[in-house]
């Protein structure tokens, strides 16, 4: 199946530090991008909808000015958490559409946030 | 999206077949049923998708029934590495997925 790889795995951050987390489609195109938060014991949390060479979309109740999203390229969007607070510790998932066969979501590994 | 009633958990003997059921009552008739596993800390797998014929892959089986109500993913022989929690999902193609809780399910040895 498609690869969707995440970078870095784990980060540990300051308060009120920004930290990049950065999803990639290894070996297909993926003009969309998604991004997913997950608290220990709960579910997966879609946070925004990423769209190569456009505005990403938010879903309700997500700050679009604290998770900035770009997705300059088919193949890589990155999320920054601005101004990191303890709160926003978390696990980060991306997931993506091959544009090919658009009706199966591949996802990434994930990337763990922890902030001090 | 449809919403979707799983159980919140459920255990299986290794090497019996695992039936994992998933109520989707609100199904519309473009929406696929999706299954997806997430095993502790990794990001979730894909495991098969249909829209209202039943499929096989060589992971599972999904049944889907004929007034696409309900479906039963199965594994046919679960292993200790099948232990996650599954979702089940229903979606239009190309849509965001929003997730439910899933079910957890414990192979026992």
């Known amino acids: 199946g498609a690869v969707v790889s995440q970078h870095p795995s784990r980060v540990i951050c300051k308060s009120g530090t920004s930290v990049k987390i950065e999803c990639r489609s290894l070996d297909f195109q993926a003009t969309t991008m998604f991004w997913y938060r997950q608290f220990p014991k709960q579910s997966l949390m879609l946070m925004a909808t990423s769209n190569e060479g456009s505005k990403a979309t938010y879903e309700q109740g997500v700050e679009k000015d604290k998770f900035l999203i770009n997705h300059a390229s088919l193949t890589l969007s990155t999320l920054t958490v601005t101004s990191a607070h303890p709160e926003d510790s978390s696990f980060y998932i991306c997931?993506?559409?091959?544009?090919?066969?658009?009706?199966?979501?591949?996802f990434g590994p994930g990337t763990r946030l922890t902030v001090l | 999206d449809a919403k979707t009633t799983q159980p919140t958990s459920m255990d299986c003997a290794e090497g019996r077949a695992a039936n994992l059921p998933c109520n989707h009552s609100t199904i519309s008739g473009n929406e696929y049923v999706y299954w997806y596993r997430q095993i502790h800390s990794q990001g979730p797998q894909y495991i098969i998708h249909?829209?209202?014929n039943n499929e096989t892959n060589e992971m599972a089986s999904l049944i889907i029934t004929e007034d696409r109500k309900s479906s039963t993913l199965i594994l046919p022989h679960a292993t200790l590495r099948d232990t996650a929690v599954y979702y089940c999902?229903?979606?239009?193609?190309?849509?965001?997925?929003?997730f439910g809780t899933g079910t957890s399910l414990t192979v026992i040895p």
């Open positions: 997931s993506a559409h091959d544009r090919v066969s658009w009706d199966t979501q591949y």
């Open positions: 999902i229903v979606r239009v193609g190309g849509n965001q997925f929003y």
């Open positions: 249909g829209l209202k």
